[in-house]
């Protein structure tokens, strides 16, 4: 295994006749840690940082799902599907126990796999994301069309505006993020997220918000992390504090003048916290 995420190769695993892409990095030595995505990411939107900093201690597994970057098949327009998706992605791999870390819509996707097989997740670190029923999902696809435009307008990416807030101190972050993003070797990045992928998460995270089954939360026995920026605008933070409120066994934390990828913004103390978190 590579010692870093921009160095590490990207391979397939056979899942049910359909390839899945994914890279492997760290120790290899405890529970893998495997990272579930967000909206229109594919392995290249991970932040290294991130990555690397929970590999100094454990085996982090990240991949596209179905339908997403190099993977095959077609994006399912629903998060039980991803779930499945998941699942068999992880069995594929021969994977018995898993702790996971899902991001937004990959925190969704977590959810429902810790409730349908509570065998395969030990821990969960759920970041940027909500409850069935929670709000804001169904506004993604909007806010992400005006964040292009914004983003034109200003000569900036789309991550400025979604996942930081307008202040100085977290704009600069995000400039440092997009940085390290682009660490990777050119001739080794994965294949963007298509409109037909981009279009079925949108509608999944519809379908997600008009959910009305949070309650199925009280079900997951694991312990959960849940963290966000203080000014999530994509999924606003009063979902988070909602998990938290859901969970039986939840932690909280909310980092200051952040937003959606205040995990990132923060990518130190989020690491030290997961580090610890999982530890147990």
């Known amino acids: 295994m590579t010692a870093s995420y921009k160095d590490a190769p990207t391979i397939t695993v056979d899942v049910n006749g359909v390839p899945f892409a994914y890279r492997q990095v760290g120790t290899g030595g405890g529970v893998p840690v495997v990272f579930l995505h967000h909206l229109t990411a594919v392995l290249d939107d991970w932040d290294p940082a991130v990555i690397d900093g929970v590999a100094s201690e454990r085996h982090v597994i990240a991949f596209d799902n179905r339908g997403v970057g190099r993977s095959g098949g077609a994006t399912p327009d629903n998060v039980e599907a991803m779930a499945e998706d998941a699942v068999a992605f992880l069995e594929a791999l021969g994977l018995r126990t898993v702790d996971l870390v899902g991001f937004s819509l990959g925190g969704m996707v977590a959810q429902v796999v810790a409730q349908k097989r509570p065998d395969l997740v030990r821990r969960l670190v759920l970041a940027g994301t909500a409850p069935a029923g929670g709000t804001g999902g169904a506004n993604a696809g909007p806010l992400l069309q005006s964040a292009v435009q914004q983003a034109a307008e200003q000569g900036k ?20 993020f997009l940085a390290r993003l682009d660490e990777r070797i050119l001739q080794d990045r994965d294949t963007p997220a298509t409109n037909e992928s981009i279009g079925a998460q949108v509608t999944a995270l519809a379908k997600w918000e008009q959910g009305t089954s949070p309650a199925g939360l009280a079900t997951v026995a694991q312990p959960v992390l849940v963290v966000n920026g203080d000014e999530d605008i994509m999924l606003p933070t009063i979902n988070s504090f909602e998990l938290a409120q859901l969970l039986p066994d939840a932690q909280l934390s909310i980092y200051p003048d952040s937003g959606h990828g205040g995990i990132f913004q923060h990518h130190a103390l989020f690491v030290q916290q997961t580090l610890e978190f999982l530890r147990h």
């Open 157 to 176: 990416h789309p991550k400025h505006i979604l996942f930081f807030s307008p202040t100085p101190t977290s704009q600069a972050a995000a400039d440092a």
